[in-house]
């Protein structure tokens, strides 16, 4: 691998890219990252958040952006992997300057991206990352989504409380770091209620054969298994364990929500219940505001995602709309000329977004309302929804 060259063209690439891009000619933008899965097993996620995002974005940009100046969104594919999530977001803040970047989906790619942009001082919101280790990051990290010590025991309480479930087998993707500590604080919680773990087994992303795991489990005889992992594996692992001969129900996460998995998982995977941040059938007027806009956009219904991305991009706007009020800081938000990026005036504007963000509070959201705490979390509701052929039903909701 020729490292060296590589090493001395980039400098030189930013200055061209640089030179070339800030001129006082030029019209004024605020330039916002975005990375994500557009392709790969994930895919779903990545292109549901871009959706959300953009409905957000085009709509701000309608009513004048902010302050007069509109917003661009400059969106990189990850393919859902950590090492691509990692190059992507380092070409967006080498190439475009962003004053923020919105992403990622997965736990394990906002980890993998995070610590560069805390280095580099511009504030990361993910839209739907529930681990907790993403925004003990830094001071720079932020989400608009709960967190999975609640997610895990959300679940655990719907499985004891609610479907008298007392003995439950788990199966984890051990190279998830969602999966795992969503394993971790379901057996937690679900455990100290008087609960008990039949069996736990564990794959990899991307494994396709699951029958040695679930034979294993299944002769263990639990009640319900949990699956919580993404919903490509999902699809695949219910079907296997019904071709196994399991009878009980499906439990899982937010990892579940795709169109994807009724056509992966099929019949195997109605009736299954997963956690998730927002149901399509909530009649509440600013979630079917949404999707009736979402809709008219992208003629599908949104899911999870969809939402999530939106919310995000949303208290990110009202955020910048904050710090515009100081003319000085407005000027630099817009402004890329600085070289270079990450040493530039820009600083001041990125530290005082941070700021603002930090103290959002109860910001209307289609995923609930929005509070971030000390630790740059949102403390919401989850809601517990049923896979059926014809979409996500609500099932109930659970509050932090
Ligand atoms: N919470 C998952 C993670 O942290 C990602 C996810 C969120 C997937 C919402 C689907 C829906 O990895």
């Known amino acids: 691998m020729p490292a060296s060259p590589v090493r001395i063209l980039a400098p030189i690439a930013v200055l061209l890219l640089s030179a070339c891009s800030g001129g006082a000619d030029q019209p004024k933008e605020i330039v916002v990252g975005e990375y994500g899965s557009l392709t790969g097993a994930q895919a ?3 292109l549901s958040t871009k959706n959300g995002i953009e409905l957000a974005t085009d709509a701000l940009n309608a009513k004048g952006g902010i302050g007069g100046v509109k917003v661009r969104i400059v969106v990189e594919d990850d393919q859902g992997k950590p090492e691509e999530a990692a190059t992507a977001v380092g070409k967006i803040i080498s190439q475009d300057r962003p004053v923020a970047v919105l992403g990622e989906v997965a736990s394990t790619n906002s980890l993998a ?6 280095t580099n001082g511009i504030p990361m919101i993910s839209p739907s990352s529930t681990n907790p280790k993403v925004t003990e990051q830094g001071d720079f990290i932020f989400r608009v989504c709960f967190i999975d010590p609640f997610q895990g025991t959300a679940v655990a309480k719907f499985a004891y409380n609610s479907k008298q479930l007392k003995n439950v087998g788990i199966l984890k993707d051990v190279k998830s770091d969602y999966s795992t500590g969503l394993a971790q604080y379901f057996t937690e919680t679900f455990t100290k209620m008087g609960g008990a773990i039949a069996d736990e087994e564990a794959y990899s992303q991307g494994d396709v054969d699951f029958k040695a795991q679930l034979t294993a489990m299944i002769a263990k005889n639990p009640d319900a298994i ?5 919903y490509t594996d999902v699809g695949l692992i219910a079907r296997q364990a019904r071709d196994l001969g399991f009878k009980g129900p499906f ?3 937010d990892g579940w929500d795709s169109a994807e998995l009724t056509k992966i998982g099929g019949d195997a995977i109605a009736g299954g219940f997963f956690t998730n941040h927002y149901a399509v059938d909530d009649p509440n007027p600013v979630v079917q505001d949404f999707i009736t806009k979402y809709n008219a956009k992208y003629h599908e219904k949104p899911d999870g995602l969809a939402a999530l991305g939106y919310d995000s991009a949303q208290v990110l706007y009202a955020a910048m709309a904050e710090v515009a009020k100081d003319p000085k800081m407005a000027a630099e938000l817009a402004d890329r000329s600085s070289v270079p990026a990450t040493e530039g005036d820009r600083k001041a504007a990125r530290a005082a ?3 603002v963000l930090a103290h959002t509070v109860s910001y209307p959201g289609v995923t ?3 509070t971030i705490d000390d630790h740059r979390n949102a403390q919401k509701p989850a809601v517990v929804v049923q896979v059926t052929a014809d979409g996500n039903k609500f099932v109930e909701s659970i509050a932090p």
């Open 251 to 253: 439990l899982g996460g």
């Open 44 to 46: 779903t996620f990545g």
């Open 368 to 370: 609930g309302n929005i």
């Open 226 to 230: 949990f699956i919580p992992g993404y």
């Open 113 to 118: 991206a995070a610590p560069m942009l805390q």
């Open 353 to 355: 977004l941070r700021d």
